[in-house]
């Protein structure tokens, strides 16, 4: 029966879950439901916060007299404090069932390299996204969802599915959503340093507000595209089911930015032309802690629903 093999690894098949067969390494990998992933999501977006409190506040305080190279190298720091913060979290708690850190930079890194060579050259360059998205609120809509959304979420998924998914080290149906939270990650902070850039610098206490809502937004979405590519891997799934979850992710993508441009613009109070960013933290946050919580949810039942058909 050359069907029943594992579907990680190759070996003869001993067990099935979701109509594949694993080795019995990799039948207790899959049953694994990680129950730390979601402290460290919770954790993340909380230290993220904080990050973003300190950052204000010492902005304000030390009124730091940066200009120039100083202030975009100052910028360009400061975005890669999200994904160093995450990477730290992540390594703490993923001392019990440790996927490889290098894997786990690589898909960052590799994220990073298709944002910057492939994301926002067909953003900016190809669809000059800027010119027309905000000229009214159908072209946001539509433009944030199907040219933004669409290439981001496709490229933080071809990070995953083109690496680490065929290979022996996606074993768990949660390494989807970690891998695809890592592309997110470095996409994310391509698209900061790019605005750091682009700006010749910006003020550090304002702009490090913006840089939190990108990473949280990238991570989460990336987490949906995450999901249903763990789910392709151990499960058979039909044809239309990785371009459902790509679709999921990138509605979800280019309604968060419209939504944000409109809080952050107006705030909750609509009083006029007052614009105020920390509306979009708490946009990101709450975001971020439904979108990863139902996921990792999901996952948790479905492992349980497999075995227990089984
Ligand atoms: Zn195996």
């Given at each position: 029966m050359p069907d029943q093999v594992c579907c990680v690894c190759g070996d003869p098949g001993v067990s099935m879950i979701g109509r594949r067969w694993f080795c019995e390494k990799h039948f207790q990998s899959a049953k694994?439901?990680?129950?730390?992933t979601w402290r460290t999501s919770i954790l993340l977006v909380v230290g993220l916060v904080v990050f973003v409190g300190i950052v204000y506040a010492l902005d304000l305080v030390l009124k730091p007299a940066l200009t120039g190279t100083g202030l975009i190298l100052a910028g360009v720091l400061l975005a890669l404090v999200p994904a160093f913060i995450w990477l730290v979290f992540f390594y703490f708690q993923d001392r019990?069932?440790?996927?490889p850190k290098g894997y786990i930079l690589g898909v960052f890194l590799l994220g990073a390299i298709l944002a910057s060579a492939v994301g926002i050259p067909l953003v900016d360059?190809?669809?000059?996204v800027s010119n027309w998205i905000f000229t009214d609120t159908a072209a946001t809509i539509l433009g944030s969802i199907l040219v933004v959304g669409f290439i981001q979420e496709f490229l933080k998924y071809a990070a995953v599915r083109y690496s680490?998914?065929?290979?022996?080290?996606?074993?768990?149906?949660t390494d989807g959503v970690i891998y695809a939270t890592a592309a997110g990650l470095g996409y994310a902070t391509v698209l900061n340093i790019q605005f750091v850039i682009a700006n010749g610098g910006v003020a550090l206490g304002s702009s490090v507000i913006r840089m939190v809502v990108v990473a949280l937004a990238q991570a989460s979405f990336a987490g949906i595209t995450g999901y249903f590519l763990g789910r392709a891997k151990f499960e058979k799934k039909a044809w239309w089911w990785m371009p459902a979850g790509l679709t999921l992710a990138a509605v979800g993508n280019g309604l968060f930015n419209w939504l944000r441009g409109i809080i952050v613009q107006?705030?909750?109070?609509?009083?006029?032309a007052s614009t105020n960013p920390w509306w979009g933290l708490v946009l990101a946050a709450v975001v971020a802690i439904i979108t990863l919580g139902m996921i990792l949810w999901l996952i948790r039942r479905n492992i349980r629903t497999a075995l227990a058909e089984k």
């Amino acid at each position: 029966m050359p069907d029943q093999v594992c579907c990680v690894c190759g070996d003869p098949g001993v067990s099935m879950i979701g109509r594949r067969w694993f080795c019995e390494k990799h039948f207790q990998s899959a049953k694994r439901e990680r129950p730390h992933t979601w402290r460290t999501s919770i954790l993340l977006v909380v230290g993220l916060v904080v990050f973003v409190g300190i950052v204000y506040a010492l902005d304000l305080v030390l009124k730091p007299a940066l200009t120039g190279t100083g202030l975009i190298l100052a910028g360009v720091l400061l975005a890669l404090v999200p994904a160093f913060i995450w990477l730290v979290f992540f390594y703490f708690q993923d001392r019990l069932e440790p996927e490889p850190k290098g894997y786990i930079l690589g898909v960052f890194l590799l994220g990073a390299i298709l944002a910057s060579a492939v994301g926002i050259p067909l953003v900016d360059n190809f669809f000059h996204v800027s010119n027309w998205i905000f000229t009214d609120t159908a072209a946001t809509i539509l433009g944030s969802i199907l040219v933004v959304g669409f290439i981001q979420e496709f490229l933080k998924y071809a990070a995953v599915r083109y690496s680490v998914y065929p290979s022996a080290e996606f074993d768990e149906a949660t390494d989807g959503v970690i891998y695809a939270t890592a592309a997110g990650l470095g996409y994310a902070t391509v698209l900061n340093i790019q605005f750091v850039i682009a700006n010749g610098g910006v003020a550090l206490g304002s702009s490090v507000i913006r840089m939190v809502v990108v990473a949280l937004a990238q991570a989460s979405f990336a987490g949906i595209t995450g999901y249903f590519l763990g789910r392709a891997k151990f499960e058979k799934k039909a044809w239309w089911w990785m371009p459902a979850g790509l679709t999921l992710a990138a509605v979800g993508n280019g309604l968060f930015n419209w939504l944000r441009g409109i809080i952050v613009q107006r705030g909750i109070s609509l009083t006029a032309a007052s614009t105020n960013p920390w509306w979009g933290l708490v946009l990101a946050a709450v975001v971020a802690i439904i979108t990863l919580g139902m996921i990792l949810w999901l996952i948790r039942r479905n492992i349980r629903t497999a075995l227990a058909e089984k």
